[in-house]
């Protein structure tokens, strides 16, 4: 049952260009779909955003900051596609690109003005602060905690879903005296706007027609376009779902794929609410699957129920998520919206629906060509500057990629919904803490979940090693996307909770890292306890705290961060099959 190294060796081979994330968000975009080539496109006027004012020259060298995200060439091998097959992926990533303009005024409702103003200024300083609006999509550098770069006004945590000037707990005393718009104010899928003195619900179909109609229209044609049946049934759904807002028959249909172009469109995540943590922002990930390497790593969805009860978590707050759970590996062609931002997602999971997860499991997706080149642009060269020799030997691209997918495959695992209920969600009882506290417990349990089939034998035993030195480094890696991002802010967590174990240190001399492997490992196992016992719980005032004590950068690991300045955060994605070069 020993897991064969099969998997580097073709992955580190293939593809002409690759690059990689587990992480975060994107840049702004065109509000019509617009032709082709060209790189992330940028917000059009027409919005309905409010002027900002005079943008604020940045002081700081924005140069070098561009210089952190190096431009790399992302594609597939679709010349054994069929021709209907790459037409229809074509329409797709037509459709794909609409979900730029409607991202961008969900980050924030005065974007697109900014950026028509930004873009007036032709200086170098200016160009440089435009590249750096795009890749963060906005004004704030999502690098260092929503700094402003390009304004004056603070980052607003409600982002583009809630008026910029509603506290929180005016939004709670409100939905708590109007009980009959509770369930429209509080979902996923609409904005909430002012009316009068009163608040209102308008659905993403609304809100967002202008682009939503003609990316159904693209899906739709997509749809008669291929031949795969599974892919024409996602397509048709998904397209019905932006006029309906009534995501789940689609979400069903999307764990059903059996394609080798596949798509991810639509609301997901819920990463840019920091307010609430309940509004989903548009995204899309179209890529080229590999079934062959998909189905090696089947075997591993077979054991997720031995995981789950190996997890060092209460007997009852075991999740009961039931379905299948199957494992994509695909390469990535072109992403928008969330999907692109300053830090590019590697691999995910979905969907969030905690309702078809039930019924059908969830889909883990990992986007082979980033994560390849991920490894090898920004990982290794990180690992190299923090490692002890003696250690770094340990740094192995197919532990890398192994963490990527029991992350994924964690996010699965554990407590679903709170304790003594049927069915709150975790999401919903934790609110804005949600994010960055199961990102970190997907983290550590699925290094966990490594070390737990490396004993049973399901994985050599030279993974042992490679995987928590892998994984630490990778923490490494994650928290430099910054404390303002949910991945950044649970890599940080762990990263203070092992320097709190005692598992590691700087080394006074070396200024390198020193690891204690076995103390390593027992502090990953408390980890995993103790955010399974918050969200177990339902605890949002634990989960507050946690974050509070443990995700920022620590004084005992900032000297590390400084000495990386020179090597890249990421990756800026060039997609030659959108006509990007
Ligand atoms: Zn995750």
Known sequence: MKRSHLLLVPLLGALAGCHSKTGAPPAPSASAPSASAKPPPAPSASASASPPDAAVAPKEDLHAKLAQFVPSVLTADVASLPPEEKAAMEKIIEAARLMDPIYDRQVWAGNVALREKLAKDSSEHGKDVLAYFDVMRGPWDRQNEWKPFATEEPHPKGAGFYPEDLKADAFKAFVAGHAAQKEALESLTTVVKRAGADLEAVPYSKEYAEWLKPAAALLDEAAKTTKN????????????????????????????????????????????????????????????????????????????????????????????????????????????????????????????????????????????????????????????????????????GEAFFDETLFHELSHSLGPAFVKGTKDKEVRVALESSYSALEEAKADAMGAYNILYLVQRGDFPKAMHDQLLVSYLAGLFRSVRFGASEAHGKGAALQINRFFEDGAVDVDPK????????????????????????????????????????????????????ADMGDIAVDVKPIYPLAGEH
């Open 510 to 561: 070396s200024k390198k890292l020193a690891i204690d492997l076995p103390k390593l490992e027992a502090s990953i196992g408390k980890i995993v306890h103790d955010i399974a016992v918050v969200q177990w719980e339902g605890d949002k005032r634990a989960a507050e705290t946690m974050l509070k004590r443990y995700g920022s950068v620590g004084d005992a690991w900032k000297g590390l961060l």
């Open 229 to 396: 049946r599974s892919l024409q049934k996602f397509l048709k759904s998904r397209a019905a779902a932006f006029g309906t807002d009534k995501y789940r028959q689609s979400d069903k249909d999307w764990m059903d794929l059996d394609s080798r172009v596949e798509v991810t469109i639509g609301p997901y995540e819920t990463y840019a609410d920091e307010l609430f943590g309940q509004k989903a922002a548009f995204e899309a990930f179209v890529t080229v699957s590999d079934p062959a390497e998909s189905a090696k790593l089947d075997k591993y969805k077979k054991l997720l129920p031995a995981m789950e009860l190996n997890l060092p978590i209460p007997a009852d707050a075991h999740g009961a998520r039931g379905g299948d759970s199957p494992i994509h590996v695909v390469d990535v062609v072109f992403t928008s919206g969330e999907a692109r931002g300053s830090v590019q997602t590697i691999a995910f999971n979905l969907p969030n629906d905690e309702v078809v997860r039930k019924e059908k499991g969830a889909k883990k997706v990992l986007l082979r060509n980033l994560i390849v080149t991920k490894f090898d642009k920004i990982l290794r060269p990180l690992a190299a500057k923090i490692l002890d020799p003696a250690q770094m030997v340990f740094l192995s």
